[in-house]
């Protein structure tokens, strides 16, 4: 099973910039488990949430033909936690961007003062030898994950720098399109 931490994206500026939500809520496991009597949201799964969204940031901007693999985190910063019922806004910053890989900063918010601030470092695995490993198919990003993000490009089309995206709940993508206002 594949986990996917973003349930929704707000922003998404192509090269630059991502910013996407996650709700916690009581009905998943890991609030139980990581603390019993205590639901909070432990801190490894922020760092993937900032993660997937940084990643979609990198994957994006080389049309997904690059499998974009989490290389290593140099910087992680908490200051407090988060718990059932509390909403996460992930912001990431696409710092630096090469053939062999990318930097993101990043930075979780709760009802907005700075939860997370996080550098996370990118790869790109070698296509010749990954595809002789793992198959030509993209494991990274699945094509449940690039048919959202198609929908996402459509609406980019738009005039405006930033652009609100496709809902994604539970994985899945929720029908249409959401529309900004005039």
Same mark, same amino acid.
Not at 113 to 128: C, P, Q, R, S, W
């Given at each position: 099973m594949r986990w996917i931490w973003i349930d929704k994206f707000l922003e998404f500026r192509s090269g630059e910039f991502a910013r996407a939500i996650k709700n916690l809520s009581l009905a998943e496991e890991h609030l139980h488990d990581h603390y019993p009597g205590y639901p909070v949201m432990p801190a490894s *799964? @922020?760092? /993937?949430g900032l993660a997937q969204t940084g990643g979609i940031l990198v994957g994006e901007a080389s049309n997904f033909q690059e499998k974009v693999v989490l290389a290593k985190i140099p910087k992680a910063e908490f200051h407090g936690v988060a718990c059932a019922g509390d909403q996460l806004v992930y912001e990431v910053t696409l710092t #630096?961007?090469?053939? /062999? $890989?990318?930097? +993101?900063? $990043?930075?979780? =918010? *709760?009802? #907005? /003062?700075?939860?997370?601030? +996080? /550098?996370? +470092? =990118?790869?790109?695995?070698?296509?010749?030898?990954?595809?002789? @490993? =793992? $198959?030509?198919?993209n494991f990274v990003f699945t094509q449940q994950l690039l048919n959202v993000l198609d929908l996402a490009k459509a609406r980019g089309n738009a005039s405006r720098p930033s652009t609100p995206i496709t809902e994604v709940t539970n994985g899945q993508p929720v029908d249409g399109v959401v529309t900004p206002p005039a």
């Open positions: *799964l @922020i760092i /993937e #630096d961007l090469r053939a /062999e $890989g990318a930097v +993101v900063q $990043g930075k979780a =918010f *709760l009802q #907005d /003062e700075l939860l997370a601030d +996080v /550098e996370i +470092v =990118f790869a790109h695995l070698d296509n010749t030898r990954s595809n002789q @490993i =793992f $198959g030509p198919k």
